[in-house]
């Protein structure tokens, strides 16, 4: 059986490509068509539309200390997703050059076994991009739930998921439910779109380890006991590779680069304000018991949330720096020291290109590591103690 017809790489993205695509960011049809500008630009619309409410709402209750920093953490993970989105579409040009290197042939490699590692490695991305999905869904909902069990005061029967500055009435049943469905279906818009943009992310970092993968079982098992000619050009099909695994890598930076920049910024920020909600006492004690417990639910789902959106990142860009530090070690396994100086030469200058790992970056600024997900979760906690004791 061909091996493109056994397995296609972006086959497992099939829902983050519908979202992206009705979101404007998905290539489908030509960039600078006029409907995908529209979309893009309705896209930023609604998002926008959601932001600038609450930012208003926490700059009118900066003096409360709980209402302002509930405004400003929402606020700047909305901004961080309206960052992410810009980045995307200015580089849609990449996805477009990256989605050209996976219908390379070079990318399909025919051997049983690298087709099998190839499926398993992608179901595994699969099912953790539903698993990121369904956290996002759960999230949604919680926020979006938690204005329904608190029945405090006849006010709280009119309270949004986020507490917003809104210029008309809503102690109008009418105008509440618009207004709450407005909101609700933007904000969704905004956590839909990042959350597929994410899963994008983690889809494309692990297409490229398994490729590298593949790379590394390819040079492990090269004998050099074959005819010269097979050797070399065996060895030159597999540098080829190694280009073309450079240049994808290349794209996904271009492609992710800045607008993982900014979540990492907001995340310190609405990581610390996150924890200061759940930690602090929110409401009075005699309040209704269901009331507190679900405000505490919701802040506890957004904060999960968060959590897996900046793991993602570090994790398989740790994944991606990991695997390609082991290319030179996976020419040892062959048996090249029989091999001729030619294709001793190749090796040569493959060696030297792969002591260099692949690094995936924030802004050239992060790479996207364990290490800077752990200094995130610290500089987070310094914040929050500095809150706390100013508190």
């Known amino acids: 059986m061909n091996s493109k017809e056994t397995y296609d790489f972006l086959s497992i993205s099939k829902t983050e490509k519908v979202i992206l ?34 930012t208003v709402f926490g700059i009118q209750n900066i003096s409360n200390t709980m209402k302002s920093t509930q405004a400003f953490f929402i606020s700047l993970s ?44 992608m179901e595994d991305i699969s099912k953790v991009s539903k698993f990121y999905g369904l956290m996002i869904t759960t999230g949604l909902i919680a926020l979006f739930m938690e204005p329904f069990f608190d029945k405090s005061d006849e006010n709280s029967y009119f309270r949004l998921p986020f507490e917003s500055w809104i210029p008309w009435d809503i102690s109008d049943f009418r105008n509440y439910m618009l207004t709450y469905l ?10 839909v779109t990042t959350a597929a943009i994410d899963s994008l992310f983690a889809t494309m970092c692990s297409i490229v380890c398994t490729e590298i993968r593949v790379l590394k079982y390819n040079l492990g098992n090269l004998d050099y006991f074959a005819p010269d000619l097979l050797v070399r050009n065996e060895l030159r099909r597999n540098i080829i590779l190694y280009e073309e695994i450079l240049n994808a890598s290349e794209a996904i930076e ?21 924890l200061f909600h759940l930690i602090s006492p929110s409401m009075d004690e005699e309040s209704d018991p269901l009331a507190r417990y679900s405000y505490l639910t919701s802040c506890l789902a957004y904060l999960m949330c968060m959590l897996a959106e900046v793991s993602i990142y570090c994790i398989y860009g740790q994944g991606v720096l990991t695997e390609s530090s082991d290319i030179n070690q996976a020419t040892y396994l062959s048996n090249w020291y ?12 493959l060696r030297e290109r792969a002591k260099r ?29 500095v809150l706390r004791q100013r508190n």
């Not at 992410?84 to 390379?104: E, P, R």
């Not at 690094?359 to 987070?380: C, H, N």
Request: aromatic residues 12%.
């Open 78 to 121: 909305i901004v961080a997703s309206i960052v992410k989105i810009i980045n995307f579409i200015i580089n849609l040009d990449k996805l477009v050059l990256f989605k050209k290197y996976l219908s390379s042939d070079i990318f399909h490699d025919k051997a049983w076994i690298n087709i099998k590692r190839m499926k398993r490695d």
């Open 254 to 274: 271009k492609l992710f680069s800045y607008g993982v920049l900014g979540q990492f910024f907001s995340s310190i920020i609405v990581i610390c304000f996150t």
């Open 21 to 54: 695509s009705c979101a404007g960011l998905y290539p489908s049809s030509p960039r600078n068509s006029i409907f995908c500008r529209i979309r893009q630009i309705i896209t930023l619309s609604v998002i926008v539309l959601v932001v600038v409410p609450i």
């Open 182 to 191: 407005a909101q609700t279906s933007f904000a969704t818009t905004a956590a």
């Open 357 to 385: 790992p692949i690094i995936l970056t924030a802004g050239g600024l992060f790479p996207l590591t364990l290490e800077t997900l752990v200094k995130i979760f610290k500089t987070s906690y310094s914040f929050l103690a």
């Open 338 to 349: 029989v091999s001729n100086i030619h294709a001793k030469k190749d090796l040569i200058m």
